[in-house]
């Protein structure tokens, strides 16, 4: 969630009661914004990290081993 936040700038699940909001996490229903330019790296990112069950979800370290990650790292003059 927090990735989503940060990369698109409002959070993935809204709605004007809490009780839909959570009934929107437990669904996993979230969209990008096409108003949002993000790489396609980027979304996969998003994609796999917002899924509802834990078990399908990436872990941490599947994480910090996607191409998106592994990338920036690689460009990043600071280690990540």
Do not use: C, M, N
Not at 31 to 53: K, M, Q
Request: no cysteine.
């Amino acid at each position: 969630v927090l990735a989503y936040v940060i990369l698109v700038g409002v959070p993935p699940f809204q709605a004007p009661e809490v009780s839909d909001v959570l009934a929107a996490v437990l669904k996993g229903k979230w969209l990008f914004p096409s108003s949002v330019p993000l790489s396609a790296a980027a979304r996969d990112f998003i994609r796999r990290l917002l899924v509802p069950d834990p078990k399908r979800r990436l872990t941490a370290w599947q994480a910090l081993r996607h191409p998106w990650i592994e990338d920036a790292s690689e460009r990043s003059t600071y280690p990540l």
